[in-house]
Structure formats: C-alpha cells, structure tokens
C-alpha cells in the first residue's frame, strides 16, 4: 500500500532559525515528489516538485531535497519568518494512473517572534 | 486575477439537505479535481475530471456528483447531507491529468452539517 509519512507532526521554531521536515515513503513506481504550503483557512500552494532524477531543488528560503534510494525527502526552511508558519505537505505520485497522489498528513511549523 | 474560484466559502446547513459547491478556474487547465480535508487536516482526492471526464473516482459515497459543464468548470452537488460530510472541500486544477504538473487549489469551501 501506498503512504506517506511526514515528520514531526508540529514544530515551534523562533524566527530566524533553521528547520527541516521530513518526509518517507513508499510509493512505487515513483514518479514525483511534491512539497506544498498550507496556510491557514487556505488551499495549499505548490513550493516544489521533484522527478526521479532530481535530488534537489530550490524555491527561495525552501530547499527540498530527494533520495530516490531511501524514499526520504526533506523541506529545510532557512531563516524561517512569522510568514512561515502553516503546514506543509508532501505528496508523491506513483508513475501509474494519473492523478493518484499519496498525501502526507503535513507537519504543522509554527514560528514565533 | 483568482486562478481557482469556489462558491460558497462557508455553507452552513443542515442534515438531510442537498447542496451544490461550485468551481472555476481561468487558468485554461485540462484537469480538475475535488479533494476532502477533514478535521485532522488529511487531504483525500474525491474525483479529477480531464476535459469534462471523469478519470478518477475515488471511494466516495454517491450521495457526491460531481459535473463538468466544460472544463473551466467543475462543481460538485452533495445529496442527503450527513454530519460527516463537514469538512474543508478544496477544488484543484492542472495542465492536464499528468502527475508531473503542478496543481493549483482554490481557497475551499467550509461545509457545516449541523
């Protein structure tokens, strides 16, 4: 069975510092993975996806990163800012059916000042 | 300029009613989809339609129809509401229903059975 499973569940960080959420699965066969931004009382907002070949990739202060290997992903989060705060979600997609993405259950990030 | 539009943003009703949640996107995408959050945040896919048909349907009770008039447009109809059908439904849209495009999600809508 496909899953996805993300850790921790929340994190409180000060503003300013680093942090990385994790993320394992087991999809298979895989096609992508995806990190996205929720914040509150909103629809989730892409940050990055990421093909089998590709081990990392940037969008700003957000670096994901992927090992196809492991089945492990991570979202590290630099010089987080208040803005930061809202859950972040990974999905993976198997390279099967379309639209059959596996979501995680998120990690909640809360940055105080 | 909202890519992806949902009507109403809260829906406040009661057990047994029918309602209607509808969707727009103007991003000129090929697919569209419904998805469930629950209380504890967890998204489910519903149903994707690609060109105004159904590709995916997931385990979904029937009392749920979705219709695609044309594939700006996906909305979603609930019959008999049920106290769990309260949840955040989020419509989605993307270039086409290949899983290496990115999907863009509208601001959901807050559905209260009471």
């Known amino acids: 069975k496909n899953q996805v499973e993300q850790s921790p569940q929340s994190l409180i960080i000060l503003e300013g510092k680093n942090c990385t959420l994790q993320?394992?699965?087991?999809?298979?066969?895989?096609?992508?993975l995806r990190w996205y931004k929720q914040d509150t009382g909103r629809g989730p907002v892409s940050l990055t996806i990421?093909?089998?070949?590709?081990n990392t990739k940037s969008n700003g202060r957000y670096t994901a990163t992927l090992d196809a290997d492991t089945k492990q992903s991570s979202l590290h989060i630099t010089a987080s800012q208040l803005s930061d705060s809202a859950s972040y979600i990974c999905?993976?997609?198997?390279?099967?059916?379309?639209?059959?993405?596996?979501f995680g259950d998120g990690t909640t990030l809360t940055v105080k000042p | 300029d909202t890519a992806v539009s949902q009507t109403p943003k809260y829906l406040v009703t009661q057990m047994g009613n029918d309602k209607s949640i509808k969707c727009e996107q103007n991003l000129g995408h090929d697919t569209m989809y419904w998805y469930k959050q629950d209380s504890k945040k967890f998204l489910k896919i519903m149903f994707s339609?690609?060109?105004?048909?159904?590709?995916i349907n997931e385990t979904v009770p029937n009392r749920f129809s979705p219709k695609s008039p044309d594939k700006a447009h996906l909305n979603l109809h609930i019959n008999s509401l049920e106290l769990g059908d309260s949840a955040v439904y989020f419509c989605a849209s993307s270039q086409d229903n290949r899983e290496i495009y990115e999907q863009y999600f509208g601001p959901g809508t807050r559905l209260t059975v009471t």
């Open positions: 999905v993976v997609s198997a390279d099967t059916n379309a639209g059959k993405s596996t």
């Open positions: 993320c394992n699965y087991t999809v298979s066969p895989f096609s992508n």
């Open positions: 990421m093909t089998f070949s590709e």
């Open positions: 339609y690609n060109n105004k048909e159904l590709i």
